[in-house]
Structures are given as structure tokens and as C-alpha cells.
């Protein structure tokens, strides 16, 4: 990898942005051969939450070439999720091997700067031109710059503030919550029910369950629940601690700002303050957005949106490196049949569109139940026990390695959903 600027020539694929949806599609791309130029504006990751992950990342990181590093890593082994009522009652541990011994059924606790690092060192292994601190600055389209003329290229900046114009036949946009094509293109549609934010921080010394449960993600609704914490045990004795809520609620209307609020949440959930009663804490705290949103389409002629770029959901289940991760491999995929069919099209390159989507609507499904105050996965369980183990496939992730058609359908039933965002989803311009 090099801070210099690229080559003064034509790439197949350009990938603006170096996060992990971002490196997947640069490195599967560039495994096949093609010319792949990869820009990232920072110079090194800093800090990033989403620090959690689910145990469907083990095919995609098999996929990669990364299963051994991550193995040898220093994250946290996790290998289940538990979650506690308002009342502070908490459920048994979801263990993800209950169905599965396989060792994909284990996932890890990730440092995201260090994860991130080591997904774009892996693109640059591979074959792909990673630049960073080099920044996107333009998209280019042919036909007199209208919308729906293909790509053809991106205008960068480096560090000393030098613009080149750099060619390709496909653009992909991993540009994270920037969305820099949803934008341009008037795409981008927030789910209007899902608008909440996120407080959190890092304390050292906090309690950890001991033996297979140590490395568990625990979801902890407060009294009333009007919030929930995450509870995330990371590498250094360090455990990852925030607070998630609608934004009218956790923001506005607050006062002594995000430290106090942050407190005051806590004092609802006696178990998150038990946890960290004798603890340090070890950053300042921080605050986010956690807006969920989609585009309504993910392609267009000679360009693709992956990850965040395209969509978020909100973090209850730990899915967003998990999306960040499928979409790029599935854009990768569609992007290198496109470029050996010759076809650059919308459709050709967002002909993943669909599967990939389905995926997205079932843990949306599953999202809303959750905050649901009048649904309780207890009692729908104990109605339907032989559902328990497509929650569980949910829970790892599986929703495009096994059938759960049936758990949706059940809980379609008990839990009302709005419409999914935007109904053209795969690209036709071009």
C-alpha cells in the first residue's frame, strides 16, 4: 500500500472507500485478474463502533483468505448472545453451535481499526492499488454529466491537494454513511420508525462472564424500554458499553448533555451499572447516529453502492459488518460477470440486488419485533418451540445459507412491519 498518488491510467473497477465493504469488493475483483484501484481517505483507521460481529462472516472471511489471520488475532471469541428484560431478567444465552458444531458457529469481538486494517491489507495482497489519504472528490458520467449516463470515472484529491482524473468501467461507492451516489442521485430513503442514536464509551476492569460466555454480546433493555445497552467484551479487559434510543428521546430535550444522559440510562438498567460498578472508564463518551435508511437502488450503468453506502440497519443484531462484508462480495460477483459479459448496465450490475435484499428484510423483520413492547420472544417461542432454531440461523446470520421462511412468516403474524424502503432496489438506468 502507498500514499502516492495511482497510476496515470485506466482502472476496471475504481472503489471509493476502504472499509470492509469496500475491501471485500476490491479484493475479490482484483483475485480475478482485473485492474482494481482502491482509495481511502484516512491515512489509518481510527476508532469505530460496530465492534461486534456475527458468526455468517466466517464464509465471507473463508472467501477472502483471512480465517487463519483471524484466528490468530487477539479479538474475543463469541459464541452466543443473551438479552435482559426491562425487569432485568435475562434470557439463557442463544449459543450459536446449539444447531451447528461447525467452527463457522464462532465469530469475534473485533477492534474495528485493527479489523479494518487487516481486510485492505488482504485487498492489496490480492491485487488491488490501494492509495490512501487520496479522497474522492467527483464522480464522472458520460452524457454531458446526466444522471443516468454511465460512469466513467472519478476526479481524487491526495494529501498535497493534487486533483487527477482517474478512468474506469465500473465505480464503487463505499463511501460508508457518506453516500456519496444515494445523494447525488436523490436515492437515499430513512426509515421513519427507526430514527434513533446511539451514546456509548469503553471501560477497562468491568465484569466478564467466565469460561464459554466471556466473550458473549449482551442486549439489556432498560426499565421502561425506551432504550436498550449493548454490552461488548473487546481485547486489553476493555468492554464496549452504549446506549441506543429514538433520538426525540436519547437527545433532544435532554439536559447536562451526552455524559449525563449516558448516566441517566444507566440507572434504568441496574445490570449494565452492576457490570461497570468497579471499572474504569476508558474514552470520552461518544455519541451517533443510528438512522436506519436504504437507497432504492443499488446499481446503476457502470456503477454499485456496497455497505453502508447503499444502507444501514439499526445495530441491535450486530448485522452491519456482516451486510458491509455480503454486499461486497456479492457486488463483487456481479461486477466481475458484468465486465466478462461485456455488460455494465444497472441491471447486470445489481443483479445481486434482489437476494441480497431479502436478506436485509428478514433481519429488518426481526428488528422491529424486537422493539415491539407488546411482542415477547419468550412467549412466542414457547408457542412455537421448533422455531427456535431459525431465530438462532437469524442470530448467526445464516438468512442466505438456510431456510427461515417459515419463522418469518410466524412472525409477520405477531408483529406488524412497515413496507420496505423503495421498491425498485435493483438497477435499471443503462
Excluded at 495511482?6 to 476490491?26: F, H, I, L, N, Q
Excluded at 466478564?208 to 432504550?227: F, K, Q, W
Excluded at 449494565?272 to 436504504?294: C, G, L
Excluded at 465486465?339 to 440486488?353: F, K, N, P, T
Amino acid at each position: 500500500m502507498t500514499e502516492a498518488s495511482p497510476r496515470a491510467e485506466d482502472y476496471d473497477v475504481v472503489v471509493a472507500g476502504g472499509g470492509p465493504a469496500g475491501s471485500t469488493v476490491a479484493a475479490l475483483v482484483a483475485q480475478q485478474g482485473y485492474r482494481v484501484l482502491l482509495v481511502e481517505r484516512s491515512k489509518e483507521f481510527g476508532f469505530k463502533v460496530g465492534e461486534s460481529l456475527v458468526p455468517a462472516t466466517y464464509w465471507t472471511f473463508e472467501r477472502l483468505g483471512v480465517l487463519d489471520a483471524m484466528k490468530a488475532s487477539r479479538f474475543v471469541n463469541k459464541q452466543s448472545v443473551q438479552f435482559f428484560s426491562g425487569a432485568g431478567k435475562g434470557t439463557m444465552p442463544f449459543y450459536f453451535t446449539e444447531f451447528d458444531g461447525h467452527e463457522s458457529s464462532h465469530t469475534w469481538q473485533v477492534v474495528r481499526s485493527e479489523f479494518d486494517q487487516m481486510l485492505l491489507t488482504n485487498a492489496a495482497r490480492l491485487g488491488a492499488e490501494v492509495c490512501r489519504g487520496v479522497n474522492m472528490a467527483e464522480v464522472l458520467f458520460d452524457g454531458d454529466g446526466r444522471e443516468d449516463g454511465p460512469a466513467r470515472g472519478v476526479v481524487i484529491v491526495d494529501g498535497q491537494g493534487v486533483r487527477r482524473e482517474i478512468g474506469c468501467r465500473v465505480l464503487v461507492d463505499a463511501t460508508g454513511q457518506k453516500t456519496t451516489l444515494a445523494n447525488r442521485f436523490g436515492l437515499k430513503r430513512e426509515e421513519p420508525n427507526l430514527r434513533n442514536a446511539s451514546i456509548y464509551t469503553h471501560y477497562r476492569g468491568a465484569h466478564r462472564e467466565p469460561g464459554i460466555d466471556e466473550g458473549a454480546t449482551v442486549i439489556l433493555h432498560t426499565r421502561g424500554e425506551r432504550s436498550w445497552f449493548w454490552y461488548i467484551p473487546l481485547p486489553d479487559d476493555t468492554v464496549s458499553v452504549g446506549v441506543v434510543g429514538p433520538i426525540d428521546y436519547l437527545i433532544r430535550n435532554r439536559t447536562g448533555g451526552a455524559e449525563a444522559t449516558f448516566h441517566a440510562e444507566m440507572a434504568l438498567c441496574p445490570v449494565v451499572a452492576e457490570r461497570v460498578a468497579k471499572a474504569k472508564q476508558a474514552m470520552p463518551i461518544r455519541v451517533a447516529r443510528d438512522f436506519s435508511y436504504r437507497a432504492t437502488r443499488m446499481a446503476g450503468a457502470g456503477w454499485s453502492m456496497v455497505g453502508d453506502a447503499f444502507g444501514f440497519l439499526d445495530p441491535i443484531y450486530s448485522t452491519g459488518v456482516f451486510f458491509a462484508l455480503k454486499s461486497g462480495e456479492m457486488a463483487a460477483d456481479s461486477i466481475c460477470a458484468g465486465l466478462a459479459e461485456g455488460d455494465l448496465s444497472g441491471a447486470s450490475l445489481g443483479r445481486h440486488g434482489e437476494r441480497f435484499i431479502a436478506g436485509m428484510e428478514a433481519m429488518r423483520r426481526l428488528i422491529y419485533a424486537y422493539y415491539d413492547r407488546d411482542f415477547s420472544f419468550g412467549r412466542f417461542l414457547k408457542a412455537s418451540p421448533h422455531l427456535r432454531k431459525d431465530l438462532i440461523h437469524m442470530l448467526v446470520g445464516n438468512i442466505y445459507r438456510e431456510p427461515v421462511g417459515e419463522f418469518l412468516e410466524a412472525l409477520s403474524r405477531e408483529v406488524e412491519v412497515p413496507e420496505a424502503l423503495g421498491e425498485e432496489l435493483v438497477g435499471e438506468w443503462g
